[in-house]
Every structure is written in C-alpha cells, then in structure tokens.
C-alpha cells in the first residue's frame, strides 16, 4: 500500500466517524429535545474478601529442655536477613467457609476460618513466655525482699554492737581509772611500810591491806585486758559488718538493674502475645459490608495471600456508569432525572437520577456499551436507581436522561 492510499484510508475513518456522531446525535435530538438517550451499563458494586498476609509462628521444640541440649553447633549455617524476612506467599488452609452464595451476611460476621492450629501454638508459645518472665520476675522480687530484710538484719547488728562497743569503751575507761586509783593506793601503803619506825601502830595491818589492794588490781588489770580484747574483736566484728552491707547492697544494685530488665522483657513478651493473638484473629474471615454473597472459595484448600475468598454485593442502591460528551454535559446536573430499560426487564422502566459527574474527559473503553465513537473523549456518568429498583451487574442498559437546560 502506497503513501497516498495510506492518507486516503485516513481520512475515510475520520470521515466515517463523523458521519457516525452526526447521526447519533440527530437521533438523540430526534427523540425528543428535552431528553438524552445514551447507552450504559449496571455498575458491579462488590466487596473481594481476600486471604489475608498471616505470618505463622515457628514452633518451639525447645521447651523444656535444658539449655546445653539447645545450643546450636558453630558450624551450622546462619539464616540469611533476606530469607528470614521473606513474606508469607502462602495465607493459609481454608478450614470452613460458613456461608454460600445468596446468603446476607453482616458487616463483622465470621464468614470463613483458616486452620488456626499453628496459630494457636503461637498463643501457647506467646503465653508460655509471658509466664515465664513473670515467674523470673517473682523470684528476683523474692531475693530483692531477701536481701532487704538481710540488710536490715545488719544494720540493726551493727547497730547494736556499735552501742555495746560504746559501753565496753566507757568501762574500759572506768577499769583505767580504777586501775590507776590502785596502784596510787599501792603505792602509799608501800611508802607507809618502808618509812623509819615502820606504821603507826593505830591504822590496820597494811601488809594485808596492800596484799588485798595487790589482787584487787590483778583483777582490774586482768578485765582491762579483756575488755580491750573485746574492743578490738567489736571493731573487727564492726568492720566485717560494713564489708557484708557493701556487698550487699552491690548485690541489691545489681538485682535491681537485673528486675528493670526483666520488667522490660515481660512488656516484650505482652506484645508478642497481643501479636500472636492479632494473628489468631486473622484466621477469622468476617465480612467487611453488609450485602449478599456473591462467591465464594470451596473449604479444604490452601489460599494463597491476596487470593478471592467471597465476594459481596453490598447493600444499598444500584448504580449504572454510562458516558456524556461535553455538550450533553453542559444540559444536566446532579439530581437530574434518568429512566434506565435492558432487554432482560420485563417490567416498567426503572427510575433513577444522576448521583455522580465526573471530573474528567477520557475516552470510553471499548468494551463499553455506547453508542459514542471511542475516539471522542467523554466524561463517567453515573446514575444511582431510586428505591429498591436493581438491575443484574454488568448488564448494558439503554438510559434516557431528562435534561435541565
């Protein structure tokens, strides 16, 4: 083919469009010139319930057992960040499907459920955890209250010795004085004695009085030594006394910074629970909308994520798209008043008016019903049916519209 035949098929198409919209819409303006007749079709107003992304827990073998036997060898190979994060492909096996096609369901009514088995060992799991940083939490709590009271055992000791240290101090210094007194006695007696022409003969016999002065002091000096023995064992005893409450309370600090940790671990592990739940949850298929069923998946199969469980028609009015050229949407408004007939419709017309205009002008698909050439651009155009006036999804309608100017 030839350049020239080339333009001359050109501009037969565009000669033959032409041609085609004249005649449409001397047709329509034939019908009558307050009334424009377009062709649509029933607008299909469905909900797509969908497998949902469930991400199943991975067993716990380990419970149980001790630590040593769940230490993994060094050479066994690590999983990569990639494979570890990879997204579930898989939602899960449809146990039931609790309603069929026709039947009203209600928004939040159980509709379907996934085997919840593995997910429900994620609670298990979940909760087992949970309990076990709160029996963790509890046995801290119980040390804390341990070496609580120990400490105040301690400091009272202390206490109390500090006081009795403080009476041996005083006698110490009594037994010193008394010890000093003695001697001082001794001391004169022995002078007594020794001067010439010995005693005189009216005072006692000091040889005895010096020897009872003599053991007197043995005495004194005898508990002056152990008092100071003692003394010295009490700041000893003193001194352990201090080290023990130093450690102590080292060890109180430390299970105190450890409780926090644990406080820490027991809000982790209520939010793996919560999660876990939330996940269990998902195994419950509700219905989003209140509407009838239009489809729905045979139960015992596996589901892949984002795969079509039911569909719902929603309830409420039924809606028809049909197409407007920009001068037929210049003689009509929202409300304007649109009759709808298909060939199925046995009865009156059915009665509606325009609830939507478009804000853009496309051209129409081609699998659309209409009668404008698919290559002039037109605004969407939808027409809500009055009352309880419905018509089957998908169906092409002849529509007339009732202009207001």
């Known amino acids: 083919m030839n350049r020239r035949a080339i333009i001359v098929a050109l501009l037969t198409v565009v000669l033959v469009a032409g041609v085609g919209y004249a005649l449409y819409a001397k047709t329509a303006s034939a019908v009558a010139p307050d009334v424009i007749v377009v062709a649509g079709d029933v607008r299909i107003d469905e909900n ?14 380990t419970v149980g057992i001790p630590t040593a036997a769940n230490a993994q060898p060094s050479t066994k190979k ?24 026709g039947d009203h369901v209600t928004k939040g009514q159980v509709v379907a459920r996934l085997d919840a088995t593995m997910l ?9 955890a949970l309990d076990r940083a709160r029996a963790n939490l509890d046995v801290l709590d119980a040390n804390l209250s341990t070496i609580t009271d120990s400490r105040a055992t301690l400091v009272k000791t202390r206490a109390d010795l500090v006081k009795a240290r403080a009476s041996l101090a005083a006698t110490i210094t009594v037994l010193e004085h008394t010890k000093a007194s003695l001697e001082t006695s001794i001391a004169a007696i022995q002078q007594l004695i020794a001067q010439p022409g ?22 004194v000096t005898q508990g002056l030594a152990g008092a100071r023995t003692g003394l010295a064992r009490m700041n000893a005893g003193i001194k352990k006394l201090d080290a023990g409450l130093v450690q102590i309370g080292s ?3 430390q299970l105190v910074g450890i409780r926090k940790l644990a406080l820490v671990t027991i809000d982790a592990a209520r939010v793996a629970l919560k999660l876990a739940e939330a996940a269990r949850d998902q195994a419950s298929i509700v219905a989003p909308v209140d509407g009838v069923v239009t489809y729905t998946r045979t139960a015992g199969t596996a589901v892949m994520v984002g795969a079509p469980i039911l569909r719902i028609r929603p309830d409420g009015p039924t809606h028809v798209y049909t197409y407007l050229t920009a001068d037929q949407l210049a003689r009509v408004d929202v409300g304007s008043k649109a009759t709808v007939t298909f060939d199925s ?8 008016h325009i609830s939507d205009l478009g804000h853009a002008a496309v051209v129409p698909p081609t699998s659309f019903p209409t009668s404008i050439v698919h290559m002039t651009r037109a605004v969407r155009v939808t027409i809500e049916l009055d009352g309880a006036s419905t018509a089957p999804p998908g169906t092409p309608v002849d529509i007339e519209i009732t202009t207001s100017r």
Do not use: W
């Open 48 to 61: 797509i319930v969908r497998a949902p992304q469930v991400t199943y827990p991975t067993p716990d073998y």
């Open 78 to 101: 690590r999983t990569t960040t990639a494979s570890a994060s990879r997204l579930p492909v898989v939602s899960g096996f449809l146990s039931e499907v609790l309603v069929a096609q």
């Open 120 to 128: 429900d060992l994620g609670v298990r799991q979940a909760q087992t």
């Open 198 to 219: 010995g005693p005189p003969p009216h005072v006692p016999p000091y040889p005895v009085l010096l020897q009872q002065l003599r053991g007197a002091l043995a005495g």
């Open 251 to 253: 060890g109180r600090t």
């Open 345 to 352: 419709n046995t009865g009156a017309p059915l009665v509606g």
